[in-house]
């Protein structure tokens, strides 16, 4: 009776086991087997005669021990052996040389034995369930996921992912407006999975800039269906990001899409970000445009590029100056981390001339395209593109003679006309 009831409880206990660790059905069975295998080997010294069979379907198992018949007088290991005598009790045909099994009943080795078995079981199966986690989050290294604060402490919080798994957002990698509440489900990527001293370590991140691309991909299905590309992200977490991204499909506005109608497909990820400012811009393999670009609000005069030594000095009227620098020097360093350039802001005391006219205030007499032709060479206003002679517009912006030609007659034409009501 009393090795029934031991069964029951075994069996209720590796029941118990698989339920909370929720472990499927082959590993559960490799693993009792081999928690078997492993107390009848420390009690043994071998577990190569046994055969452990574990019946899932009936919630039990069972021990068989294999053992060579041998004369009465001739015993010397009862683990291996069995004398002729008592291998006819199991089997009256058995003769000496034959190997006989039989049955053995685990609650049999006693009280320890079980315990042991207990205790080796816990161990694997929490070994197993550590290899699982980080085999788990190894693969959704920079995904979002989403978990629940549950302890807040001065370095790092502790979250609880939808299974109960450990996970931490260390300070550095929380946005510094972030204020977090016990039960709050947060949102973060996966930024790296580390095995410290064989145990599991997974770090979030909500700094990462990887995380504001996730929550583009998310937000704007153009990005999610390789439409448009992110191709650079400069960001200063909870201050201001600048998106850099590029369309495969002329008929799509990469920045119209990003931002979506009246901002709507923005202002969900910058809620997210804790009003974190982020500018979208159109992405160029023409550097000195890039830079320009990354510069917004503010507009270039005119730019010299250093491709070599990867530096730029940029010329602005006075008034600009102050918007490509930005508040705190954010802009400028945002557009310096973006473009991977040293960029230098000078002020451009020829370009302060009040009589200057930006190239943009002619779109409805200039095509747009050739407006950005002459962007592409340095020429942002008037007087930049009348300084040079029409032989060095049409080689360096690599347009018609024509094209040239009416152009240099509409900026002109502009300047006369001011001298005429002067």
């Known amino acids: 009776m009393a090795r029934k009831a031991e069964t029951i409880s075994m069996t209720d206990t590796l029941a118990e086991f698989k339920e909370l660790k929720n472990i499927d059905k082959e590993t559960m069975i490799s693993v009792l087997e081999e928690s ?65 099994t039989d049955e053995v009943h685990f609650a049999d080795f006693g009280r320890r034995a079980i315990l042991n078995l207990r205790q080796t079981l816990s161990s694997k199966i929490l070994e197993l369930q550590k290899d699982n986690l980080y085999a788990k989050y190894r693969e959704r290294v920079g995904q979002i996921i989403a978990a629940d604060v549950y302890q807040v402490w001065k370095k790092e919080i502790l979250m609880l992912d939808d299974e109960g798994d450990e996970l931490l957002l260390p300070k550095a990698e929380q946005i510094p407006t972030d204020i977090y509440r016990k039960g709050e489900t947060v949102r973060a990527i996966v930024q790296r999975v580390e095995n410290v001293n064989n145990n599991p370590r997974i770090t979030l991140s909500r700094t990462d800039k990887i995380f504001l691309q996730r929550l583009f991909e998310l937000e704007v299905p153009e990005i999610h269906d390789g439409l448009i590309t992110i191709k650079a992200i400069a960001r200063i977490p909870g201050e201001r990001a600048k998106v850099a991204v590029e369309s495969y499909d002329d008929r799509i506005d990469p920045v119209g899409a990003c931002v979506g109608m009246k901002g709507s497909r923005i202002h969900g990820i910058v809620r997210e970000l804790r009003n ?147």
Do not use: H
């Not at 008592?86 to 003769?95: N, W």
């Not at 510069?295 to 100056?321: D, G």
């Not at 049409?394 to 002109?412: F, G, P, S, Y």
């Open 36 to 100: 078997f295998r492993s107390v009848i080997a420390k009690m043994f010294g071998t577990d190569e005669n046994y055969d452990v069979i574990i019946n899932p379907e009936k919630g039990d198992f069972e021990i068989w021990r294999n053992r060579v018949a041998v004369a009465d007088d001739q015993l010397e290991d009862s683990n291996l052996q069995i004398t002729l005598t008592e291998a006819r009790k199991i089997d009256a045909a058995s003769e000496i040389g034959e190997e006989v």
């Open 276 to 422: 974190e400012n982020i500018d979208v811009i159109n992405y160029t393999t023409n550097v000195a445009l890039f830079i320009q670009r990354s510069l917004s609000p503010a507009k270039v005069s005119s730019i010299r590029v250093n491709e070599e030594e990867r530096k730029a000095e940029v010329y602005l009227r006075p008034e600009e100056v102050s918007l490509a620098i930005g508040k705190g020097g954010l802009n400028i360093k945002l557009a310096c981390m973006l473009t991977e350039y040293v960029i230098d802001v000078f002020r451009d005391i020829e370009g302060a001339d009040e009589e200057d006219i930006y190239l943009d205030e002619f779109a409805d007499e200039i095509d747009t395209w050739v407006i950005d032709a002459l962007k592409n060479i340095g020429c942002y206003t008037a007087k930049n593109v009348l300084a040079l002679t029409r032989e060095e517009i049409i080689e360096r912006a690599d347009l018609e003679e024509q094209t040239v030609d009416d152009v240099l007659t509409i900026l002109a034409a502009e300047f006369a006309d001011e001298e005429m009501k002067n």
